[in-house]
């Protein structure tokens, strides 16, 4: 059982590249977001999404888009890559679109610098 | 808005001794979850406990319990008998119980060190 699998798990990008972060789980979880974590900072949410064709904004929704296609996939794109959004990204799921005492699962993270 | 605020930057316990890490949070709501993740020098977040704003008794797993005072909208984590591989960041986190916003609102974390 892979849970919830994120990739890459390193990048570096020049300021003003686009690239997506891949985000996938195998568990029939409705619910997906993304989190960034900054130093100092905890996680503060991008995006999230409650089903597949549903997303909605987060805390730090600037810079990024996502897309909902398939309840498995939830990738998250960065148009123009600023070094602001150098970062440790983090996706998570947990099943069912209503909050729960069910804990998020979390990816192993992406650490994304951009120079 | 709910904020969550974790007072303690850093601690540090001797083995098998005991620690708390304090975690406070602001919220209008009378439903709520409350969970306390880790996060080693690996980087994964991994669920160590979690509590339901409705239930009074404090929630416990093996060496870790919480101290959930919902009038204070207070929620620590005891750690028992601390062992070295306890030693990580430590985030508490608040979820809202009603709509569909089942986010996570995380506070800034307190990172743990155990002595040897």
């Known amino acids: 059982n892979a849970g919830v699998t994120q990739t890459p798990k390193f990048q570096v990008l020049k300021t003003g590249q686009s690239m997506t972060l891949q985000c996938a789980q195998d568990?029939?979880?409705?619910?997906m977001s993304w989190y960034r974590q900054d130093p100092g900072m905890g996680l503060r949410l991008i995006h999230y999404?409650?089903?597949?064709?549903?997303?909605d904004q987060g805390e730090v929704p600037n810079g990024y888009n996502v897309s909902r296609s398939t309840t498995e996939d939830f990738p998250l794109r960065l148009l123009s890559a600023a070094p602001s959004q150098t970062s440790v990204y983090f996706c998570?799921?947990?099943?069912?679109?209503?909050?729960?005492?069910?804990?998020?699962?979390f990816g192993d993270g992406t650490r994304l610098s951009i120079l | 808005a709910q904020t969550v605020t974790q007072s303690q930057p850093e601690m540090s316990v001797q083995e098998a001794e005991t620690v708390t890490l304090s975690c406070t949070y602001d919220?209008?709501?009378?439903?709520?979850?409350l969970f306390w993740y880790k996060q080693p020098p690996s980087r994964q977040m991994i669920l160590v406990i979690r509590?339901?704003?409705?239930?009074?008794q404090n929630a416990t797993e093996n060496r870790f319990s919480v101290n959930f005072q919902k009038a204070a909208k207070s929620f620590s984590l005891k750690i028992s008998d601390s062992q070295l591989g306890d030693a990580a960041m430590y985030f508490c986190?608040?979820?809202?119980?009603?709509?569909?916003?089942?986010?996570?609102?995380f506070g800034k974390g307190t990172k743990l060190s155990v002595k040897p």
């Open positions: 998570a799921s947990s099943p069912g679109a209503a909050p729960s005492n069910q804990p998020q699962h």
């Open positions: 568990m029939n979880h409705e619910y």
């Open positions: 999404s409650v089903g597949a064709g549903i997303t």
């Open positions: 919220t209008s709501e009378s439903d709520y979850y």
């Open positions: 509590q339901e704003a409705y239930k009074q």
């Open positions: 986190a608040y979820r809202t119980h009603g709509g569909s916003q089942g986010n996570l609102i």
